[in-house]
C-alpha cells in the first residue's frame, strides 16, 4: 500500500519472516533510523514452561486490513518514511519469529514510538488466535 510519500506493505502468511530482507525494504537515503522489533516463540508462557510450538490462526484479509489500519494510524502520529508488518500464520517453531514490525524514519525517536504503537496495537486489536503447545497439552488463546 502506497500512502503519500510513505510506503507502507503488511502480509499474512505461513512463510518463514526474513528480517534482513525487512530492513532492507524499508531502507531509503533520507532515513536516519531503522528500527526492527521481532516477536519471536519462548519456551514458556503465563507460568507454563515447555512450550514446543504455537499455531496461528487467521482469516488473513481481515488481519491485513486491521494490521494496515494500525500502521495508518502510526502514520498520523509519527512522520514513517516506511514500515512493514509480517505476521506468521499455521505453525511456529521455537525461536522462529511470528511477528516483525519494521520502521524507518528520519529519527530515531519516531520510529521507535511508532514500532512500538504498532505492535502495541496489534496485539491488542488484531484478530488473531495462537494455539500453545507443550508436552502433554496444548490452549487456545486470543492474541499474539
Not at 504455537?54 to 512522520?79: C, F, G, N
Not at 524507518?104 to 488473531?128: C, G, M, N, V
Request: hydrophobic letters at 35%; zero cysteines; charged letters at 30%.
Amino acid at each position: 500500500m502506497e500512502r503519500g510519500d510513505q510506503s507502507i506493505r503488511v502480509r499474512v502468511g505461513p512463510e518463514p519472516i526474513n528480517h534482513a530482507s525487512l530492513v532492507d525494504e524499508v531502507g531509503e537515503d533520507s532515513s536516519g533510523a531503522t528500527v526492527l522489533f521481532l516477536g519471536t516463540v519462548r519456551d514458556h508462557s503465563e507460568g507454563r514452561d515447555g512450550v514446543t510450538h504455537l499455531d496461528y490462526e487467521v482469516y488473513t484479509e481481515e488481519v491485513e486490513r486491521s494490521i494496515s489500519r494500525i500502521v495508518e494510524d502510526a502514520a498520523t502520529k509519527w512522520p514513517i518514511l516506511r514500515a512493514v508488518v509480517e505476521h506468521r500464520s499455521g505453525r511456529v517453531d521455537l525461536g522462529e519469529a511470528s511477528v516483525a514490525v519494521v520502521v524507518a524514519s528520519e529519527h530515531r525517536s519516531d520510529a521507535f514510538d511508532a514500532a512500538h504503537h504498532i505492535i502495541d496495537e496489534l496485539k491488542r486489536t488484531a484478530p488473531i488466535w495462537k494455539k500453545e503447545f507443550w508436552p502433554g497439552g496444548e490452549e487456545w488463546s486470543r492474541g499474539s
